[in-house]
């Protein structure tokens, strides 16, 4: 496989990312914070720290790929008045993710829980694209269980990116 071709595709699943997480957040925007604090039957995790957990977790990723991150600084519960910083913050993780994204292969150590943990950086910079969809779809689901249908998961899917950057049918 050419270079080209993976680059250009490595790309697209960042850049669908980056705009599938900013559909969310500004849907989620629209919540009050007690929709925000809505979860599922005997599970301690809710739309807002969910939300927060996969910003928070994108900055993470970045750190671990050997970028500088600013601290995310909103408290749980998560309020509506706290989707603006977390637009922002995830917007500028996701552009570093992208941008990491363009570095060569290698395997980046790091230090957890007095563990030493060996990542390839291709391997982290999947689970951040992996991660941010598993989330999108866990918070979909919950609001879809309270009967909240404002996030479309087939809006946001590859498909959509292609058609909203005039690259579709």
Not at 41 to 64: K, L, M
Not at 70 to 91: C, I, K, M
Not at 125 to 143: K, N, P, T
């Amino acid at each position: 496989m050419s270079e080209l071709l993976r680059n250009v595709t490595l790309d697209r699943l960042f850049r669908h990312m980056a705009w599938a997480n900013s559909y969310l957040l500004k849907k989620l925007s629209q919540l009050s914070t007690e929709e925000l604090a809505l979860g599922l039957p005997d599970n301690d995790w809710n739309v807002g720290a969910i939300t927060e957990h996969f910003v928070r977790s994108a900055g993470f990723y970045v750190r671990r790929l050997g970028g500088e991150i600013e601290t995310l600084s909103v408290d749980l519960p998560l309020t509506p008045s706290d989707l603006g910083q977390l637009q922002e913050r995830s917007a500028r993780y996701d552009e570093q993710l992208r941008e990491e994204s363009l570095k060569e292969e290698a395997i980046l150590v790091h230090e957890r829980d007095g563990q030493t943990i060996r990542r390839a950086r291709s391997t982290i910079l999947g689970q951040s694209i992996h991660h941010a969809i598993e989330h999108r779809a866990q918070i979909a689901d919950i609001l879809v269980f309270h009967k909240i249908t404002i996030i479309d998961l087939d809006e946001i899917d590859v498909w959509g990116l292609g058609d909203a950057e005039g690259m579709g049918e």
